[in-house]
């Protein structure tokens, strides 16, 4: 899938799928002297510790989430890692999304685009209401972190990375970041680069879904 192109340069976007089914997605940035050349091949990076923790998640009787949940209210018991049914189920559906192939994760915002639009015009009037802030990011619509939990949503901001765009962060690590992004006008929508922002994809309305690197 051709992403983007100018006279010099481009990027694609792969799908890699094995005999099994499993695939993951690379996206390759080309430039065009006298002919055209891949110059980089990139992907998110650094899924291993998130696909250990889904792994363990998964691997999670009810009985035993039961379990871990009484004993995350033990006091001693700095290191558990969730200590209420809807934290597991945050978690687990958090990092089956990070590691999601892109028509998935696409296929998720479709499935919920009503309540991501909802939480989206929030968004944009509470930036209407605030100074700008250019060099931090911006946590937008705080109270409504219950409702896009439920989307497997990290959060929702504005920041120096993307620009003047709404970013609906799913995850990552550290800054290999995948989410959706909401750019009112298509000045707004951040450049691909293989060094930064790898994949930048339109889904409609003012909707993309991105990765970093």
Do not use: C
Request: charge should be negative; glycine fraction near 6%; charged fraction near 30%.
């Amino acid at each position: 899938r051709l992403l983007d192109e100018t006279d010099s340069s481009a990027v694609v976007a792969m799908a890699l799928t094995d005999s099994a089914g499993n695939g993951s997605d690379a996206y390759l940035f080309f430039q065009r002297d006298t002919i055209w050349k891949m110059n980089a091949f990139r992907a998110l990076a650094m899924t291993g510790m998130i696909e250990d923790v889904k792994k363990g998640l998964e691997a999670l009787s009810p009985r035993e989430v039961e379990e871990m949940i009484r004993s995350s209210a033990d006091s001693t018991n700095k290191y558990a890692l969730f200590s209420t049914r809807e934290e597991y189920d945050f978690m687990l559906g958090n990092t089956r999304l990070t590691l999601a192939s892109d028509s998935a994760i696409i296929r998720h915002f479709e499935d919920h685009r009503s309540d991501f639009e909802r939480i989206k015009d929030a968004a944009v009037a509470e930036l209407e209401r605030l100074p700008k802030e250019s060099e931090r990011t911006q946590s937008l619509v705080e109270d409504l972190q219950p409702d896009y939990r439920k989307l497997f949503i990290s959060s929702v901001s504005q920041g120096y990375e993307l620009g003047d765009v709404v970013d609906f962060l799913i995850g990552g690590m550290l800054d290999n970041s995948v989410g959706y992004f909401y750019a009112k006008e298509p000045k707004d929508v951040p450049q691909m680069d293989a060094s930064r922002i790898i994949m930048v994809r339109a889904i409609g309305n003012g909707w993309y879904i991105y990765k970093t690197t």
